[in-house]
């Protein structure tokens, strides 16, 4: 049985709403999709108003609704702004509670990150993370609010694209410990350059704690300017990367098929790093993690003990070996997300792949302002580097790509996912690896579902 999250007093006096009937409530929801019975309903203005919803929520076992009509029947808290009142939640439960705050953001990695520093920490002690990546405004709030009280740490993923966002999701953690995992051109849609996302990326130390701790990369060309503005709030800074003087000191990276290993020098001792992951990148991501672990007080060989038994998560690097229309294949899921560093990072994985052949299903990478085509056609250098014989593009961007490559690596152009699933059939051969990457909005996720669903026995469309 749940324990209770919030009771229908706890939750008048933290929102100064007006609660309405005695209820407890075992969780917060903001879908009546995936709301689970004892639930709070929590309605938000979007696309659609939520207050529609509350007649499902109720009938899908909340145990109260949140709502800023005052006729609302009992049981209810009565509010005048619904986000806010999940903020005003969020605040309680960071106030009542003595956990160690940590916030991750960055332009590449951030999901990963959370989830590797999450499994570290559940190591040594009650755990609350972010789910999926819920990540901005509603997502940090809706996060925090429902951190029981007996947590001893909290890992929050703090995401932005525009100037002022990271202040204000900052103000409502307060972490202990902030992270920038790196920056990279990503939203530049909405900024002038990577100097700007830079500054807006550094908003995250606005409302760090008293005594907090900066956890940042050390290789990173705005390492200094990221470490000014931590210091400007006295905090403590512990940096990671291969550069000397790093806190936590990358020696001899190493990277093979599924697997990444190096050293970490460490205070003057050497500690063996090795991470089940496909890509050199992780080692930096494992890195950082060590490195926020012990700002939260965990030893470096607790960490490491940890992230030698870490997974890559489903779209983000996880690997599946499939097999499609009788053909054996190995597919590498990173079809959540993608910028132009990312996307290099999971082209370089596929070096070290021995395959009969590397194929690559690339999807457009969005919100990259007046120059993302050069940036979608400069993936020509890296995808030749890595050995891959054919790329499948899905969007109008990846044709600039498909132009800057040699012809015989020009695969089919797809409008979506699934013209893009049809052109892969006709592609593979036995013993391919198989790079799916792209923005989210291009859907590539769901062929990666389609192919999941075949390994299954489902009906699909393969």
């Known amino acids: ?11 008048e006096k933290a929102t100064g709403g007006e609660a309405r009937g005695d209820w407890n409530a075992t969780g917060l929801s903001i ?82 990150l959370k989830e590797a520093l999450a499994a570290i920490c559940a190591t040594a002690g009650a755990t609350h993370k972010s789910q999926k990546s819920y990540n901005n405004h509603w997502g940090v709030p809706l996060t925090l609010a429902t951190m029981p009280p007996q ?25 202990d410990i902030a992270i920038i995992t790196k920056i990279a051109p990503a939203h530049l849609a909405h900024f002038e350059n990577v100097d700007a996302i830079a500054a807006a990326k550094s908003e995250i130390f606005d409302e760090l704690a008293e005594g907090g701790v900066a956890i940042l990369n050390a290789d990173d060309r705005f390492f200094e300017f990221l470490k000014s503005r931590a210091e400007q709030r006295q905090a403590k800074i512990v940096s990671f990367g291969a550069v000397d003087g790093a806190d936590v000191k990358i020696v001899d990276p190493q990277s093979r098929a599924g697997q990444v290993n190096a050293s970490l020098e460490i205070a003057g001792e050497t500690h063996q790093l090795t991470v089940p992951i496909d890509g050199e990148h992780w080692i930096s991501n494992a890195a950082c993690a060590v490195a926020a672990a012990m700002a939260a007080g965990i030893e470096p060989a607790v960490s490491l003990k940890a992230l030698a038994c870490f997974r890559a998560l489903p779209g983000r690097g996880d690997v599946i070996d499939a097999r499609v229309d009788g053909k054996v294949i190995s597919l590498i899921d990173e079809s959540y997300n993608a910028n132009p560093e990312s996307m290099r990072a999971a082209i370089a994985s596929l070096q070290t792949r021995a395959a009969n052949r590397k194929i690559a299903i690339l999807g457009d990478m969005f919100e990259l302002g007046r120059d993302e085509l050069d940036m979608h056609a400069a993936l020509a250098d890296p995808l030749q580097s890595a050995g891959v014989a054919r790329v499948i593009f899905v969007g109008e961007c990846m044709r600039a790509l498909k132009g800057a490559l040699p012809r015989e690596m020009r695969g089919p152009w797809a409008r979506d996912w699934e013209a893009a699933l049809a052109a892969l059939r006709d592609e593979i051969q036995d013993g391919d690896t198989i790079l799916v990457k792209g923005s989210n909005a291009t859907g590539l996720g769901k062929l990666i579902a389609e192919i999941r669903k075949l390994q299954k026995g489902v009906e699909h469309v393969v």
């Open 1 to 11: 049985m749940s324990s209770v999250l919030w009771t229908s007093d706890e939750a």
């Open 31 to 112: 879908d009546t999709r995936s709301l689970v019975w004892g639930d709070l309903f929590v309605p938000l203005k979007d696309q659609r108003d939520g207050h529609d919803f509350i007649p499902q929520a109720r009938a899908a076992g909340a145990c109260a609704v949140i709502s800023e009509n005052n006729d609302e029947l009992s049981p209810a808290l009565i509010v005048k702004d619904s986000l806010q009142a999940m903020r005003d939640l969020a605040q309680a439960a960071r106030n009542r509670s003595h956990a160690k705050r940590i916030a991750v953001t960055g332009s590449v990695g951030k999901t990963s």
């Open 151 to 175: 947590t001893e740490f909290g890992v929050f993923e703090l995401g932005m694209n525009h100037a002022g966002e990271l202040s204000d999701l900052s103000s409502v953690v307060e972490p």
